[in-house]
């Protein structure tokens, strides 16, 4: 896999506070390699090693994004929820950010069910047949299909497992996290001080909980994965 350049700047890290993580009485010792200091009470992540797993995380999204792979992006703490949405359709990526529901991939029939049920409610309600029912049949659909769309809208045109996750915040999508170790899909991790480093395939040591820090974090990935998709166009 060929090295690339990917701007990433310490000091832009350092505004958007990516090197802040817990405090000190809540961490975990795995992460102490990923730590350069105690200030005021909390863990200092060595902003240089997380500018080094992210450009290899970079890579790794690029080459796959070059080679046509389906790459799912996982967040659903609220506030990095719109983040991680928009970011996701600004590169063609499946994502989920309301609530994980257990065995979404790990029992993926019953998710495929649900995903052509959820694309035959949208089909009907474009076309005016939800509308032509009994008010009571078309209420409840309507109440069906926006509850689908709250929780697999973001993975409606997924025909399959994923070919790599990223996980922004490893100890609340721990359930996602999970199921990609059980079925063996690569993961790419946002790792807080609080987190265990050896889970996932690739480790992002960062602060998880900033919105600037995870926004800052998911464009460089995002822009990676772009390039990789605007290189398996021209390539063609």
């Known amino acids: ?61 690029f080459d796959a ?40 991939l790990t029992n993926w029939s019953t998710t495929e069910r649900r995903l052509y049920k959820f694309r035959d409610l949208r089909a009907k309600q474009k076309t005016g047949k939800l509308n032509r029912l009994p008010k009571k049949d078309a209420a409840i659909l309507k109440r069906q299909l926006s509850r689908l769309q709250r929780y697999l809208g973001g993975i409606k045109y997924m025909t399959g497992l994923p070919d790599i996750v990223i996980i922004v915040d490893q100890q609340k999508e721990n359930t996602a996290l999970r199921e990609c170790l059980t079925l063996g899909i690569p993961t790419i991790c946002l790792i807080d001080t609080n987190c265990d480093p050896d889970l996932a395939d690739l480790s992002i040591p960062a602060n998880d909980d900033a919105r600037a820090s995870v926004r800052l974090i998911l464009n460089k990935l995002i822009s990676a994965i772009c390039e990789g998709r605007s290189s398996s166009i021209r390539n063609r």
């Open 65 to 104: 994004a070059s080679r046509g792979k389906r790459l799912l992006i996982v967040g659903t703490e609220r506030k990095v929820a719109s983040s991680v949405a928009s970011t996701a359709i600004r590169a063609r990526c499946h994502y989920v950010n309301k609530k994980w529901t257990g065995g979404m």
């Open 1 to 61: 896999m060929k090295k690339r350049d990917w701007n990433i700047n310490l000091e832009e890290m350092l505004k958007a506070g990516v090197h802040l993580g817990h405090g000190t009485r809540k961490w975990n010792p795995r992460m102490a390699p990923y730590i350069s200091a105690k200030r005021k009470g909390i863990h200092i992540t060595n902003l240089t090693r997380t500018a080094r797993f992210l450009s290899e995380a970079c890579n790794l999204v």
